[in-house]
């Protein structure tokens, strides 16, 4: 099983580097005891884990905790997933050492407390967009061809999109964030039906309050706040299953499911005093 994480130095992404590093080791032990491929999520051992990231250090500690811990083979790569050329040359190079990759996560995103009103903010909403969707394209697209070869052969072949609740209605002070969150969740659902061609398949996990660095300056109470290692566990489980569509934690679903309802006059109503992330100065 080879899998590829982007986002990978901290937060999600390196929670689900630990999770899918000890699954697959779950998945070594039982193999060797009964002799039959297990449940754990992965198809097949070994597991050879590609880490993308910005910050080199926390890469390679993070490789060699997953070395140490659970014997995983991994590459990383100290990457900007804007960087469509270098993030493309991960790619072929992930691909010489082990093979196209079964998994490829598209983690890598970044919250910014933004307002139209500020020139200086310009700035910011362009980063978000270009890390938080672009970067997604720039993940997924040097993979595709490789990954059609493996589905033709039989072996899994999945894309995977973190977006998040936030991309269901505009927050206030996050016009960035929510709307390249709507941008991912609809271009992942694009991506899915073109891929469904090719039995790639496709999935978008939306995060509600998950506890990473993104999500510590917040000054505001986040309702169903989950650690990482808990969501890494429940995020491993829904690609297991081929979700298409999964927002995790479920009570922050239910509250999704919700929001699409609200009429437009309601919303603003109920969103003109609520609380906002701050502006950088």
Request: proline residues 4%; contains cysteine; charged residues 15%.
């Amino acid at each position: 099983m080879n899998i590829f994480i982007t986002g990978a130095s901290s937060g999600i992404g390196e929670a689900l580097a630990y999770e899918y590093a000890k699954r697959a080791s779950l998945s070594t032990n039982e193999n060797n005891a009964s002799g039959s491929l297990s449940s754990t999520g992965l198809h097949g051992i070994p597991c050879n884990i590609g880490l993308v990231g910005r910050r080199i250090d926390m890469l390679q500690k993070l490789a060699q905790n997953l070395q140490q811990q659970y014997q995983i083979q991994t590459a990383i790569y100290a990457v900007d997933v804007r960087d469509k050329t270098a993030l493309a040359n991960a790619a072929d190079d992930f691909i010489n050492r082990y093979g196209a990759p079964n998994i490829v996560i598209a983690s890598a995103g970044v919250s910014r407390g933004t307002l139209t009103e500020y020139f200086e903010d310009i700035a910011a909403f362009q980063a978000v967009f270009d890390i938080n969707v672009m970067g997604m394209v720039h993940t997924f697209q040097p993979f595709i061809e490789s990954m059609k070869e493996v589905s033709q052969a039989g072996q899994p072949a999945q894309l995977v999109g973190v977006a998040s609740v936030a991309g269901i209605r505009g927050l206030p002070g996050s016009g960035a964030y929510s709307a390249s969150k709507a941008a991912a969740i609809t271009y992942l659902e694009s991506l899915r039906v073109e891929m469904q061609h090719f039995n790639i398949h496709v999935s978008t996990i939306a995060p509600g309050y998950i506890r990473t660095p993104m999500t510590d300056i917040n000054t505001y109470k986040m309702p169903f706040l989950m650690d990482t290692n808990v969501f890494a566990h429940k995020f491993a489980n829904a690609v297991a299953k081929r979700k298409r569509f999964t927002v995790i934690p479920w009570q922050m679903g239910v509250v999704a499911r919700m929001l699409r309802f609200i009429p437009p006059f309601l919303w603003d109503w109920a969103m003109k005093k609520a609380p906002r992330k701050k502006r950088l100065d």
